[in-house]
């Protein structure tokens, strides 16, 4: 597939703001990200349907997939970034205009919940999207210096990013080797949940990219086998596993592995060569992720090199 890359993001330009999944409690954290977009000479608009609320989604799975069609569909709007995760997203898969998306390619930024789309854009319409921070998440309050450059250089410049200079403390290998190819995945919970779906992209020869949160050791052992009976792990070139935040057995007196354990057992099973402690997933340092572009993983080195740019 020739991947579709959206224009790039230039001063001035209007960020549209949607909730494809649950509803921000903290409507001032939204106006914080506002302040913050618009300080770095951006213009803003928040959908329609952004913060209602329809018991744990923002507001229902029509309201939701319009927000993301009429963004997608407004000339005006260069790029949109996901206010939320939560849940949701995989609701609204059949409601999203695909064809329309293809002809009218444009940023889009999000993850957890948000990874059924980054798929299904990729699937359906061969965007490069973007796994990274979110409005009400992350933009809203200060970023760290790693997180904030590398998502605005790869959101504003055609030019190939190369190495990604990861901060303290580094990733490490757990099969060495190299391997290249595209990225390829996102929340692992979610990326089950779409396994056998209409959404889900081939992942032959991807470099497969994997993080979670307060799942307890023995579910992360479950998706994993689901991963390994779909021959999903076996496609993949490599593998990059991110912050498996929280994920620790909720009742401390059972007996159980830890997620480390889980995640060490299924990679050294399949092969490939992986690199584990990337910084991305539920926590502050966040490495951003071009969905479908080439990238190169040098495990035994901890490097990564993007490949090509992921905007044009």
Request: proline residues 8%.
């Amino acid at each position: 597939m020739t991947p579709v890359k959206p224009p790039r993001l230039r001063s001035g330009d209007l960020i549209g703001l949607v909730s494809p999944a649950s509803r921000i409690s903290d409507a001032t954290r939204v106006e914080r990200a506002v302040r913050y977009l618009e300080g770095l000479s951006y213009r803003v608009t928040v959908g329609p349907n952004a913060l209602k609320q329809n018991t744990y989604l923002a507001g229902t799975d029509e309201e939701r997939a319009s927000d993301i069609n009429g963004m997608f569909e407004d000339a005006r709007v260069r790029a949109i970034v996901c206010i939320r995760g939560g849940y949701g997203s995989p609701r609204i898969l059949p409601l999203l205009r695909y064809r329309m998306i293809a002809r009218n390619p444009k940023i889009f930024v999000g993850y957890s919940d948000i990874t059924v789309l980054h798929l299904a854009f990729w699937r359906k319409a061969g965007l490069v999207t973007f796994h990274g921070p979110m409005a009400g998440v992350d933009l809203a309050d200060p970023m760290d210096p790693f997180s904030e450059e590398l998502f605005w250089g790869l959101l504003t410049s055609p030019r190939r990013k190369g190495p990604v200079s990861f901060p303290d403390p580094r990733p490490s290998a757990i099969v060495p080797g190299r391997a290249a190819g595209r990225l390829l995945g996102g929340n692992l919970a979610l990326l089950c949940s779409i396994i056998g779906t209409p959404y889900l992209p081939d992942f032959s020869g991807a470099l497969l990219y994997l993080e979670d949160i307060g799942e307890d050791p023995y579910r992360v052992d479950r998706m994993f086998t689901q991963l390994r009976a779909s021959r999903l792990l076996d496609a993949a070139r490599g593998v990059l596993l991110g912050q498996f935040t929280e994920c620790v057995p909720r009742d401390a007196s059972s007996p159980s592995f830890s997620v480390e354990e889980v995640l060490r057992e299924y990679t050294l099973a399949a092969g490939r060569p992986t690199l584990g402690g990337v910084p991305f997933g539920h926590e502050r340092t966040k490495m951003t992720i071009p969905v479908g572009i080439r990238a190169r993983l040098s495990a035994h080195e901890g490097l990564l090199e993007y490949l090509e740019g992921s905007v044009r």
